[in-house]
C-alpha cells in the first residue's frame, strides 16, 4: 500500500510519520526549496514562522492536554519539541531552527518515507490514499485543484472572524435571551445590553485600541470591505456601530422594560450551547486589545475567549460541510486533509489532526475502522467540532476547553475544573486506544 501526502508542514510530517510507522510507504511532497509561499523563508519541514511557543506546557492547561494526548501517538512534533526547547516559563517554546533541523533529518531517514522536493498541482493518481496537508498559504495552482475537488463554496481563502467565548463566562446577570421582534427560536441569541455611559467608555476604548500587524499578503481590501473590522466601521462615526452589529433595534431589555442603547449579540457556535461567537465583531484588534476592550461590555467582564478574531489570508474548508471526524473527504474517501487547512487552528492543533489523518488512513488501508476519538479527548473535540454539520458560519478554532463537554458534576474553581477535564480526558483516551487496538 501507498500513501502520498501533500506538504511537509507539521500537520504534513506528523501524517508521514504514523503512515510509515504502520508499514505504509508514503510520498511525501514539499515544494520548498522549488518555491516558497510568502510567510515561509526555511527548507526545512516543519517550519514555525510566527512564534517559538508552542503554548502551555502544563496537562491542566488546553494546549498542554493536546500535547500530552499527542505525545501518547509518538508525535514527532512534540519528540522535536523536547529536544529543541528554550527556557520560556510555563511554555513550551523551541529553537526554530533546531526544532525544523530535527524533524527534517528524521522525517528523510525514514525507511518507509520518499522525498520530493516539488511543488503539487494536481492529486497524485498512483497511490491508494493521498493526504492533503497545505498550509494556509498553499499554493494558487493546488489550491485550485482542492476548490474544483470541493466545490466552489468549499474553500475560503481569506479569515475574517469574530471572536469566540466560552457560554459560562458569559454573565447571565447583564445578558438576557432574545430574538430582534421574538423571531426565531427564543434562546438563539444571548443579548448582551448597553447603556449610554458604557457604550460611550466602550466606543472610545475601541476606537483607541491597538490593531494587529498587518502582512503584505493578507491585505485584501475588498473583504475588508465586505466584511469591515469593528474598530473600522467605529472610526466613521460615534454611532455607526450602533446602526450597525451593536443595533438595539427589536429588543427590549428585561432588566429595564426598555430598548438598550446598544446591544451585542452572541450566537451558539455549536449544537452543545457550549461556545458563542460575538456576531458582527470581525476585528484586527491585537489579542490584549481584543480582552481588554470587549470585556468593556458588562455581560462580557469575565469573558474566556476560545478563540480571538483575526483577519488574515488563511485557505481552509467549510470542513463541517466536507469532512469527516476521521479527516476523510466525504464525497472520495480516498482523500484526507490534515492541518490548517481543515479549520483547526495553531501549530500543535494543526500537528495533531495530522497524526489522525495519518492513523485513519492507515487503518482505512488495513480494512479497519476509524479511530474517532472521544469528545471528552480534546483531539476528539477539535475533530468533531471541524466535521460538525450543525456548526454554522464556520470558523477555525484551536484547543480549549470550552470545546469539551461538561463535567458531570460543577466544579466552580476554575483551575480544579481543568484538571478534572484533563483528567477525564487522559482516562477516556487509554481506554479508547485500547479497546481499539492503538
Partial sequence: ???????????????????????????????????????????????????????????????????????????????????????????????????????????????????????????????????????????????????????????????????????????????????????????????????????????????????????????????????????????????????????????VDPQTGRRPWANLQLRKENAAGTLYNLVGFQTNLKFGEQQRVFSMIPALHDAQFARYGVMHRNTFLDSPRLLSADFSLRADRRIYFAGQITGVEGYMESASSGILAGVNASRALAGKPPLLLPETTMMGALSRYISDPSVANFQPMGANFGILPPLDARIRDKAARYAALASRALAALADYKEAMGE
Wanted: with cysteine; aromatic share 8%; charged share 25%.
Fill in 1 to 251: 500500500m501507498r500513501a502520498a501526502v501533500i506538504g511537509a508542514g507539521l500537520a504534513g510530517v506528523e501524517a508521514a510519520w504514523q503512515l510509515q510507522k504502520r508499514g505504509v510507504r508514503v510520498d511525501l511532497y514539499e515544494m520548498k526549496p522549488q518555491r516558497f509561499s510568502p510567510a515561509h523563508r526555511s527548507a526545512g519541514f516543519a517550519e514555525l514562522v510566527c512564534s517559538n511557543s508552542l503554548k502551555a506546557e502544563r496537562q491542566n492547561s488546553a494546549a498542554g492536554l493536546l500535547k500530552a494526548e499527542m505525545a501518547s501517538f509518538s508525535s514527532i512534533c512534540v519528540e522535536a519539541a523536547y529536544k529543541t526547547r528554550v527556557p520560556a516559563g510555563g511554555a513550551l517554546a523551541v529553537d526554530r531552527d533546531l526544532f525544523s533541523a530535527y524533524i527534517t533529518e528524521k522525517t528523510e531517514g525514514a525507511a518507509g518515507i520518499t522525498v520530493h522536493r516539488q511543488e503539487v498541482v494536481s492529486l497524485p493518481e498512483n497511490a491508494d490514499v493521498v493526504i492533503v496537508a497545505a498550509g494556509p498559504l498553499a499554493s494558487d495552482a493546488l489550491a485550485e485543484t482542492i476548490r474544483a475537488l470541493t466545490g466552489a463554496d468549499g474553500l475560503s481563502f481569506y479569515d475574517a472572524a469574530a471572536p469566540i467565548v466560552t457560554a459560562d463566562s458569559v454573565d447571565r446577570q447583564y445578558a438576557f435571551a432574545q430574538s430582534r421582534y421574538d423571531r426565531g427560536g427564543a434562546d438563539d441569541y444571548l443579548n448582551c445590553p448597553m447603556n449610554k455611559a458604557e457604550y460611550e467608555a466602550f466606543y472610545k476604548a475601541l476606537t483607541g485600541a491597538a490593531r494587529a500587524e498587518t502582512h503584505s499578503f493578507d491585505e485584501r481590501r475588498d473583504v475588508y470591505e465586505g466584511c469591515m473590522p469593528i474598530e473600522a466601521l467605529a472610526s466613521r462615526g460615534h454611532d455607526a456601530i450602533r446602526y450597525g452589529p451593536m443595533k438595539p433595534v427589536g429588543l
